[in-house]
């Protein structure tokens, strides 16, 4: 006989409460160790049009040179520079115009003792000549251009390379792509990009009260807010969501709802102690339960597991918690998974404190500040499903377990929304 399968003290704690809690360093550590059964996903071939913000699956190295010839980086004629010295706006020296040089159009001559080409910027420069000089430093006398000033070899011209080098690894692997690097790669003459696939993630999003997203209120029904703000979230983290309808409270729906092929599966409500939360018991019995109940506020009932070689994330249903359990576990998978780094992608400031800041010592808290000037202060809204204070707030500090808070004046880390 196969030996039951051991199951976490946590796996239902429906109207009996949590048997212990995890810290926010053991359900980190727990992701990262997960993460290497998960490998990054396969690359595929994008087109540059749809390569902003990818990741590159692999190092890209130029083929050819940018530019791949001299070109004019002026208005004005390209010369010899040796027929220039001496020439001052009181001793002009005069040059015959042979023709035009413009972008795209070669001149078919070359500049020989005497002679000079009119050229446009981004020309390519005419054989025989080694510089340009400005339009401005010229005067138009007949079929001669009158020269008044010097240039030496090689001044206003961009050189073969100057760019980049044919050889020279241009983009490492693992990059995300930005408009000005498309631009590059358009520069090389790459039209398709070999990016890691974007992260599949299933939202499934639980409650009977529960209306369709953007639903006026009803009564004691309220529309998911979940929804659209993980879709927001996944998106952020360059994965790519997949939303299905609410699925009610009821076990057999959720367990098919747990059996999904994307790479990622998030449960937004049924975590909790409430008699109809019922996934954890679900993935403990159809996967792996590994963390379920965080030392953390907001965001206690939200859990972690594996289905079918998958990452399930619990995330809770209240929305402030649902966006902290996201925030700190769920996003930090996806973004590993897609090739980003795993770390927060907020940027991060230091602040002083207007006032003070409370915490208890044992848990994480996930406070929300604004930013007044040179200082965050703490929103006196600390509730779970206030979601608006998320929009009232400017970012939020971590506040770490060891720790009661802080008096007014400390200097604190914010990170900013």
């Known amino acids: 006989m196969n030996a ?10 429906r109207m009996r409460g949590f048997m212990q809690r995890a810290t926010v360093e053991q359900a980190s550590t727990w992701i990262d160790a997960a993460l290497p059964d998960f490998r990054l996903l396969p690359s595929e071939t994008v087109s540059l049009f749809a390569a902003m ?3 590159l699956a692999a190092d890209v190295t130029s083929q050819v040179n940018v530019p791949g010839f001299a070109r004019s980086m002026m208005d004005g004629f390209a010369v010899r520079s040796e027929q220039t010295y001496g020439a001052t706006s009181y001793n002009p020296l005069p040059l015959k115009i042979l023709g035009t040089c413009l972008p795209g159009k070669p001149f078919a001559g070359s500049v020989e003792t005497g002679q ?6 981004g020309a390519p420069l005419p054989d025989g000549a080694d510089a340009v000089i400005p339009v401005e430093h010229t005067e138009i006398n007949g079929d001669s251009v009158l020269v008044l000033g010097e240039v030496s070899a090689g001044k206003h011209i961009g050189q073969v390379g100057e760019d980049i080098r044919a050889g020279e690894q241009i983009q490492p692997a693992r990059r995300i792509l930005r408009p000005q690097d498309l631009g590059v790669l358009s520069s090389i003459g790459v039209a398709e990009v070999t990016v890691i696939r974007r992260p599949r993630v299933r939202i499934v999003i639980t409650g009977n009260e529960l209306l369709p997203a953007g639903t006026p209120p009803s009564a004691c029904r309220i ?11 996944v998106l952020r983290d360059g994965g790519l969501p997949l939303v299905r309808e609410i699925v009610p409270d009821n076990p057999e729906a ?12 998030l449960v937004s409500g049924g975590s909790s102690v409430g008699q109809e939360d019922h996934v954890p018991r679900l993935l403990a019995e159809e996967g792996e339960l590994g963390i379920h109940g965080i030392a953390m506020r907001p965001s206690s009932p939200a859990g972690m597991g594996r289905l079918n070689g998958r990452l399930v994330f619990l995330l809770p ?25 795993p770390d927060w992608p ?18 994480v808290d996930y406070a929300r500040v604004q930013v007044r000037g040179t200082e965050a202060e703490p929103l006196a809204v600390s509730g779970a499903s206030v979601l608006s204070s998320t929009t009232r707030a400017d970012g939020f500090v971590i506040v770490p377990a060891d720790s009661e808070g802080y008096p007014p004046g400390t200097e604190i880390e914010v990170l900013l929304y």
């Not at 000079?116 to 910027?121: D, E, G, K, N, Q």
């Not at 959720?254 to 599966?265: N, Y």
């Not at 929305?319 to 925030?327: E, F, G, I, N, R």
């Not at 907020?346 to 848990?363: A, C, I, Q």
């Open 346 to 363: 907020h940027r991060r400031v230091r602040m002083v404190l207007s006032r003070k800041l409370v915490s208890t010592v044992g848990r």
């Open 223 to 233: 529309p998911d807010a979940n929804g659209p703000m993980l879709q927001g979230l």
């Open 254 to 265: 959720l367990r098919a709802a747990l059996h999904d092929d994307a790479d990622v599966i």
């Open 53 to 55: 913000g990818r990741v």
């Open 116 to 121: 000079a080409v009119r050229i446009m910027t």
């Open 317 to 341: 249903g209240n929305p402030v918690s649902c966006l902290c359990a996201y925030d700190f576990f769920a996003g930090r998978a996806i973004r590993a998974l897609g090739g980003q780094s």
């Open 4 to 13: 039951p399968k051991p199951q976490h003290p946590n796996s239902d704690v």
